[in-house]
């Protein structure tokens, strides 16, 4: 009874919790809602830039260099976005979670007050400068708020409470969308105060981070000031005795203190971060190659074909699914595990992606395949944010500790937006070049990366940052007492169920094709 109670209490989650970790998810919305806000005004920026041009020489700008400014002012979104993301863990190691968020939502005022005023200025060079801005500015959120999530949530709820930035990100694009129509914001007048608009959350974020604590680990082992990190659990927690978060904090900054500081490449070079990064990295471009981006691409004429009459309202039909399933996948990710979660969704998109090409290419001699494409659709975003939409997001701060932790955030974010990167600028050629068969390019990605989940990436379900870590220490320097062959598990608390975790040299399975126990 006695631990019932107080498992019960780990899982309190307070009015106070809740208000900092949604001012977190802010970021997380201007991420979604800056990446999905290009494509609804696309032909309306494309006369821009015509007619700035026009006005500007007399003549008018070919429609291939049209395309090429337009196709640069996409990229460059990505572009800052990397180098964004590669700068968080420098910039959180000198500002700290909190400060870091509220110095990046300058970004987000720069970048929005460039785009908004292009139009007024005849300039689409400050569009794309515009666009580059808060590239950086959204780089830097895909690392700074899982972070801060992460470090402010319960153990019992680290997976629940890491949803929600990918959640914040799909509310962000379905926003864009519906905001994005031309009854809306999307018009030829309009567009410049949509692009705009991204000014609004931040000033929003900016007032209520004011009223948010710094991380308590942050506070407790980067500047050792314990009494500040205590008030903050206190509040956070919602009871007073918060020692055995203190006391875990102590051990993870004892053990951080006798090691010297974590750079990018230590990271590659020591053999107890080697392992954790790769994972962090594969599962990072596990989210951007599984083609999720180029479903959403080729949405519209999937819809088109099946005879709906305005594929727009279908492409926003799209994100409602990306909604509810983040929304769904939320209440099961401290239940079915991250690494189960994450099998079934690139489980359930390879067989998407597998139906999608089929029906895809057999609709010009059986038109009621093309309801099996739409289905295909919707069941391939639905199987995305059931596990490689959110996991990879905070399953790379689960990995690591309070040191490496920085820079191994920096690294993964980096490889996701350098793939994103890579993925919107070669598939529109593979799709010319292959057709319908291009998501057969996604289907072989889907396959690699359910092998690599199961036999190398390890259940991170109800573990302290410091067991995880101890894991990863004892694979690299040789477990003592011996594991039993073919497993190597993690050390756990008195609190959580042992659970195996598989290393990287090849294991010998049972019958039933599970690690043997």
Request: glycine share 8%.
């Amino acid at each position: 009874m006695e631990k019932m109670e107080e498992d019960k209490k780990k899982k309190q989650v307070t009015c106070y919790l809740l208000f900092c970790v949604s001012t977190a998810v802010i970021g997380s919305l201007q991420f979604g809602y800056n990446t999905g806000v290009i494509n609804a005004p696309a032909e309306k920026l494309k006369t821009f830039v015509r007619n700035v041009t026009l006005e500007r020489s007399g003549e008018p700008m070919k429609d291939d260099t049209v395309t090429l400014v337009w196709s640069f002012a996409v990229a460059v979104f990505s572009v800052g976005g990397m180098i964004g993301s590669f700068c968080v863990g420098a910039f959180v190691n000198k500002f700290g979670r909190r400060k870091a968020m509220l110095i990046n939502n300058i970004l987000a005022l720069i970048g929005g007050g460039l785009m908004g005023f292009s139009n007024l200025c005849r300039s689409f060079e400050m569009l794309i400068f515009g666009r580059l801005v808060i590239g950086l500015f959204c780089g830097l959120c895909t690392g700074l708020s899982p972070m801060y999530i992460g470090e402010l949530a319960p153990t019992a709820l680290r997976g629940a409470f890491g949803t929600l930035h990918q959640l914040g990100v799909v509310i962000g694009i379905l926003v864009a969308q519906v905001f994005g129509l031309e009854s809306l914001l999307g018009s030829h007048t309009l567009w410049p105060l949509l692009l705009a608009l991204t000014i609004l959350p931040a000033l929003l974020q900016c007032a209520m981070l004011l009223l948010c604590p710094e991380s308590p680990r942050h506070l407790l082992i980067n500047l050792n000031q314990e009494e500040e990190a205590r008030q903050a659990l206190v509040r956070l927690r919602g009871y007073e005795d918060v020692s055995e978060d203190i006391n875990e904090m102590k051990e993870e900054g004892r053990k951080m203190a006798m090691e010297k500081k974590v750079t990018i490449p230590e990271l590659f070079r020591s053999p107890a971060y080697r392992q954790p990064i790769i994972i962090a990295i594969v599962l990072q471009l596990s989210q951007q190659l599984s083609g999720i981006n180029a479903v959403f691409y080729y949405s519209t004429d999937i819809f088109s074909k099946a005879g709906v009459s305005e594929p727009i309202y279908a492409t926003i039909g799209a994100g409602v699914v990306n909604t509810v399933f983040t929304v769904v996948s939320l209440f099961l990710v401290d239940r079915a595990g991250r690494r189960t979660l994450h099998i079934i969704g690139l489980t359930g998109m390879a067989v998407s992606a597998l139906l999608m090409t089929i029906s895809i290419e057999l609709i010009p001699k059986n038109q009621s395949l093309s309801y099996l494409a739409i289905v295909a659709v919707f069941a391939f975003v639905a199987s995305f944010e059931m596990g490689p939409g959110p996991i990879p997001w905070f399953i790379a701060a689960e990995l690591f500790e309070q040191g490496p932790r920085p820079a191994a955030i920096a690294v993964a974010g980096c490889s996701n937006w350098t793939s994103n990167f890579l993925v919107g600028l070669l598939f529109p050629k593979l799709e010319a070049l292959c057709g319908s068969y291009v998501f057969i390019i996604f289907v072989v990605f889907l396959v690699f990366f359910i092998i690599f989940t199961y036999f190398r990436v390890p259940e991170t379900k109800g573990r302290t940052f410091e067991d995880i870590a101890r894991g990863f220490n004892s694979t690299a320097s040789g477990p003592s007492p011996p594991p039993q062959e073919g497993e190597v598990t993690l050390p756990v608390s008195p609190t959580t169920e042992k659970v195996p975790m598989v290393d990287f040299p090849p294991v010998e399975r049972s019958q039933n094709g599970l690690p043997s126990a």
